[in-house]
């Protein structure tokens, strides 16, 4: 069935001999079987499945990242306009505090000379006390605050870079994970044409659906919101999944469905686990078309439920956006109504 042995995922460990090993000591090395045509697509398909859960997890990092940026900036305003606020309130105190020195005893003789008693001048002495007491104070509140906003842009920093790491450390996975697809996908290669269809060839839903060869399309009744969203959903069949891609010449799961509400006027988080928050719980029951249906918790994957027990969604690295039925997805998770 294979042209030449390809063995892949496997190593084969040889005990080096030292120099001085007798003959009839050594071991001779067992040689590794080739994978199995079984063996190379449940491969492909783990590793699809892996993929995804790898890009939906980049999808809500880059997300992460861009919130904790805006965070940078909130806090780096917050701290410029305390160190503002605190320069105004140090220059005034200076102002005040040089006014008051250079006509201090001027102020006290003539508080005295025009005081009708000594409790009228011993309370204008006190308030002239009391404004330099406040300009002291605005200038500590000042200072605190600065305080507290420069420790909060520092805290939003560090949580940005943790962000950026994360999101730097999941591209360096997606990367090898795509090294290993390709060294599957090779190997896949060189087997019969048979096997590789079966492995490509999508399992059809199960009758009485209805669906068209052609357009892997199905026809159901929808309106408003969810119908706009499902029939944008549906201009998109036949377009190729690619990782992070939110449209409109390919996409990834939750790219597809942000897409396809977003014409209806939702704004969805590009992200699976992200739109597992939106909205409201929906029970497997009472799904209705345009219900956004989960896989795996937190999800990984995310589909547009259209009716009949048929979803449309972007599968996986190498597929296309396509209609299948919701019962032959595995890991249901849940589902929610959005519009």
């Given at each position: 069935m ?10 084969v460990?040889?005990a080096?001999?030292?120099?001085h ?9 067992v ?5 199995t ?15 995804e859960?790898?890009s939906e997890?980049?999808n ?6 861009a919130?904790a940026q ?22 005034q ?11 201090a ?13 000594t ?22 509140m ?15 920093k ?6 950026s790491?994360?999101q ?19 190997l896949l290669?060189t ?20 669906v ?8 159901v ?24 891609a939110?449209?409109p010449?390919?996409?990834?799961c939750?790219?597809?469905t942000?897409y ?21 719980s929906?029970?497997?029951s009472?799904?209705?078309p345009g219900?956004l249906v989960f ?11 259209i ?16 209609i299948?039925s919701?019962?032959?997805?595995p ?9």
């Amino acid at each position: 069935m294979i042209g030449s042995v390809v063995v892949l995922g496997a190593a084969v460990l040889v005990a080096p001999l030292a120099a001085h090993a007798l003959p009839h000591l050594a071991t001779p090395a067992v040689a590794a079987k080739p994978l199995t045509t079984a063996q190379v697509t449940a491969k492909l398909r783990s590793l699809a499945k892996s993929s995804e859960q790898l890009s939906e997890q980049l999808n809500q990092a880059k997300i992460d990242t861009a919130n904790a940026q805006r965070q940078v900036v909130t806090a780096t305003r917050t701290a410029n306009l305390a160190q503002q606020k605190l320069q105004t309130a140090q220059q005034q105190l200076a102002i005040s505090l040089a006014s008051q020195y250079k006509s201090a005893s001027f102020s006290r003789t003539v508080a005295l000379l025009s005081a009708n008693s000594t409790d009228n001048y011993l309370q204008t002495v006190q308030t002239m006390n009391l404004l330099t007491e406040h300009q002291g104070e605005v200038a500590t509140m000042a200072a605190n605050a600065i305080s507290a906003a420069n420790a909060a842009t520092a805290r939003a920093k560090a949580a940005a870079a943790a962000a950026s790491q994360k999101q730097a450390d999941l591209l360096k996975r997606q990367h090898a994970l795509n090294a290993q697809v390709t060294k599957y996908k090779a190997l896949l290669a060189t087997l019969t044409a048979a096997e590789r269809a079966k492995y490509f060839t999508p399992t059809p839903p199960p009758a009485p659906q209805v669906v068209n060869q052609v357009f892997n399309t199905v026809t159901v009744s929808a309106s408003g919101d969810a119908g706009t969203a499902i029939s944008v959903a549906k201009a998109q069949l036949g377009k190729p999944y690619q990782w992070g891609a939110a449209g409109p010449d390919s996409f990834d799961c939750s790219g597809l469905t942000s897409y396809a509400w977003g014409h209806a006027g939702v704004s969805l988080p590009h992200s699976a686990a992200g739109q597992q928050g939106m909205g409201a719980s929906v029970a497997q029951s009472d799904l209705q078309p345009g219900d956004l249906v989960f896989f795996g918790s937190p999800a990984y994957h995310v589909a547009l439920y259209i009716g009949d027990g048929m979803i449309i969604h972007a599968p996986t690295s190498g597929d296309v956006v396509k209609i299948v039925s919701l019962s032959s997805m595995p890991d249901y998770s849940g589902a929610r109504r959005v519009g």
